[in-house]
């Protein structure tokens, strides 16, 4: 879902095709995802952008529309890249969510060896739940909740809209557009009528991503012009103004409508976002291409897959903390959870903790699980068009 690799170059086409400020926009969202996620007390509770931070995952379906289709639509035309393409989205995700379904089974498995089976296995790390996420089908409804590493959801989502763009752009691409339209016309009334609000994942979470992937589509195909990021760069001002609007209107949309019906426009509003920084022109895309937002960039996938796994262990060592000191490091928050922290500080003191734990994580799980993955998958593809590349043309051809 989170395809946090460096930016390169922005004029090809195939995965080496980049927006550069739109790759640390994913740091930036993966982070606040995970500051969504934080069991912890003080401002990040309070804070509205923050409670209903869960509407940046679809900033994430915007985005991968709009950058597989400026990436893989030309390609795709070819139906035999069709199975190259899925191949290729396959093992971006999977190797990661692999790994660390294995990293919750080993730590089960320890629970189960400590404490005994009436602690192991059950709830949300049952094997029926297990069973879904290796399948990823977790987003599809076949579960009443989310299972073992919950973020992943995403990813079984993604593998739906990225199936069905790639089978639209193969045999009817000039449908791309009214397929488009449909999926976002029909999918967030629906989303909303039957969910009351965007936080849709393991009933509806497919059709949340098909609607935001779809709106991608459609800004990169009907929308975007080629050339217009140079001649944004020539008039500066004027796009620091609209990348400002635009993330005050992000902003002010998440913090006051995020836990209302009027959250499923979360498309519309990000798309717009998505749209204005695509273009690169103004002092915040400037920022988000810095060398530290790259970084959260390239890693922004590995930091949305560990951090909860990262969140539970913290939560572990915060009541091993309380029963050693007799302290008690938990209160209870306004929405019912246990929180870390019972005075403001100690939560942001645990919050950073979690980042800092999460980002040095995923640095290491980038390096060595993501790549390799990615080269394993690239090296498939070599040998799958290697046979095609090698067989005779027909006498005459």
């Known amino acids: 879902m989170i395809e946090g690799r460096a930016a390169t170059k922005r004029e090809g086409k195939g995965e080496g095709a980049r927006f550069a400020a739109l790759d640390g926009w994913r740091g930036v969202c993966a982070i606040l995802v995970v500051c969504f996620h934080a069991p912890v007390s003080g401002a990040s509770e309070a804070n509205g952008v923050i409670r209903h931070a869960f509407l940046f995952v679809d900033f994430f379906f915007v985005l991968s529309g709009f950058v597989i289709t400026h990436a893989f639509f030309e390609p795709l035309r070819e139906r035999r890249e069709y199975g190259r393409f899925f191949l290729s989205r396959l093992f971006r995700v999977y190797p990661l969510h692999l790994f660390m379904l294995a990293v919750y089974v080993a730590f089960e498995c320890a629970m189960l060896f400590a404490k005994g089976p ?8 049952s094997i029926a739940g297990l069973v879904d996420n290796l399948l990823m089908v977790q987003s599809l409804g076949f579960m009443d909740s989310l299972s073992w590493n ?27 557009l009214p397929f488009c339209t449909l999926a976002i016309v029909v999918g967030l009334p629906v989303i909303a009528i039957v969910n009351g609000n965007m936080d849709a994942s393991s009933q509806l979470g497919w059709l949340r991503c098909l609607a935001g992937f779809a709106l991608g589509v459609i800004l990169r195909r009907a929308v975007w012009r080629e050339g217009s990021e140079v001649e944004a760069r020539r008039h500066p001002k004027s796009w620091s103004l609209a990348e400002a609007a635009a993330v005050i209107l992000v902003a002010v949309f998440v913090a006051r409508l995020g836990g209302t019906v009027l959250s499923v426009a979360a498309p519309l509003v990000f798309g717009l976002a998505l749209y204005v920084f695509a273009h690169e022109g103004g002092i915040l895309s400037r920022a988000l291409r810095t060398p530290p937002l790259a970084f959260l960039g390239v890693i922004s996938y590995s930091i949305y897959m560990t951090h909860a796994f990262v969140i539970d262990r913290v939560h572990n060592a915060a009541s091993v903390l309380g029963k050693v000191t007799g302290w008690n490091p938990f209160v209870e928050g306004s929405d019912g959870r246990e929180l870390i922290g019972p005075q403001g500080w100690q939560g942001s003191l645990a919050l ?46």
């Open 352 to 397: 950073a903790a979690i980042l800092a734990a999460t980002i040095l994580v995923s640095a290491v799980t980038y390096r060595l699980v993501e790549k390799p993955g990615m080269a394993l998958g690239r090296r498939l593809q070599a040998r799958d068009q290697a046979p095609a590349a090698a067989s005779p043309k027909p006498a005459g051809a």
């Open 150 to 176: 919950y973020p992943s959801w995403s990813i079984s989502a993604e593998l739906v809209a990225y199936a069905a763009f790639a089978a639209v752009v193969v045999f009817a691409p000039r449908l791309i």
């Open 118 to 125: 009436g602690e192991a296995f059950r709830g949300g790390t």
